[in-house]
């Protein structure tokens, strides 16, 4: 079942057009993969699937309702979520603070959250089991700073689950990952696989062959290719990046 699409999205800054009549669809219960060089419009389209940026034209829908335009609250409420490239933390506050005040009850709170967070088993119990769910255990009380660089993009996914999300997007989750970090990661999407629907941006080729169902071929703003990762090693554009070897 078709849980996410995007129809016609059309996308310019100034004179420049970034993305041009994208289309492209997000099963229930799949991991997608999104490829192609740098400077391609990968990150401009997650930007507008997950509200950052409003398109041009198109349209954006979820369970078949139109969300384009949208804030990112908004959209995140319907159950979509999303990593950046750059991390975003509390870095002076524990892992488990960083959980429990994304956490829909606590956020519901706003800066009350804060104050309230120590008083909160229920909630304090709940970010402590995604933590451990990341692989995170035994790391609740440490500061966000504090945590290896691993860790961080592990707590960077666990503030994601913590929103609830029916669909998780996550942009080059393994940049700045050495081959052990890598591993471990894919290790964590595997398991959050079998029960979310996931959208990847990533460069490392071989970690995104190994793991999705089905890949889209994005190259001037435009997908170029689409299929799954047996089907895509066939492509022209993907033998003559050498992405194929992957």
Known sequence: MTLFVAEGLHKRFGDRIVLERIDIAFDEGTLTGIMGPNGAG??????????????DSGRVLLDGVDIAGQSPAEIARRGVARSFQAISLFDQETALDNVQVALP???????????????????????????ARVGLAGRERVKAKDLAYGERRALEIALSLATEPRILFLDEPTSGLGAEGTARLADLIAELKRKLTLVVIEHDMRFLFGLADMLHVIHWGQVIATGTPAALRGNPWVQRSALGAA
């Open 42 to 55: 990968k990150t401009t389209c997650f930007n507008l699937l997950t509200g950052l940026y409003a398109p």
């Open 105 to 131: 009850a606590m956020r519901a709170r706003a800066f009350d959250a804060w104050r309230d967070r120590a008083r909160d088993s229920a909630a304090q119990d709940r970010a402590a089991s995604l933590l």
